[in-house]
């Protein structure tokens, strides 16, 4: 399995942030893919996840209500949304497959395979 986060770049505070996770090598559509972030000089944070079989999303706490997961009919990419966005939101954004779904997902710890991240700067 191979997964990409893309679209970072430079971003206006208050404005919105969109990525997108390519990926490849599923060998069947019950996968989950898990988002994460990490802002300079800090852990790891857990974004939330996307169940590609049932659609379904799960957000940390932290995010929810300014995070939202989608993809379109080919269920590739899967797509965040991030509005409104502040300094805060700078970091490095990572989506990987992880073992479950729900708020195990959140953790580190069942991330079956890592992707390549983004990074987004959010300028004020």
């Known amino acids: 399995v191979q997964l990409v986060a893309s679209g970072g770049g430079v971003v206006q505070a208050g404005g919105s942030l969109r990525l997108s996770c390519t990926f490849s090598?599923?060998?069947?559509?019950?996968?989950?893919i898990a988002w994460f972030r990490q802002a300079p000089g800090k852990e790891r944070e857990a974004l939330g996840c996307?169940?590609?079989?049932?659609?379904?999303?799960f957000y940390a706490n932290s995010v929810k209500g300014r995070v939202t997961f989608s993809t379109v009919n080919a269920k590739n990419p899967v797509i965040l949304q991030m509005s409104p966005i502040s300094s805060g939101d700078t970091g490095v954004y990572y989506c990987?497959?992880?073992?479950?779904?729900?708020?195990?997902?959140?953790?580190?710890?069942?991330?079956?395979?890592w992707g390549k991240g983004s990074l987004v700067t959010v300028t004020s």
């Open positions: 996307f169940a590609a079989k049932s659609g379904g999303t």
């Open positions: 090598g599923f060998q069947t559509d019950d996968y989950v």
């Open positions: 990987a497959s992880s073992f479950y779904f729900g708020r195990r997902c959140l953790e580190q710890r069942y991330v079956a395979k």
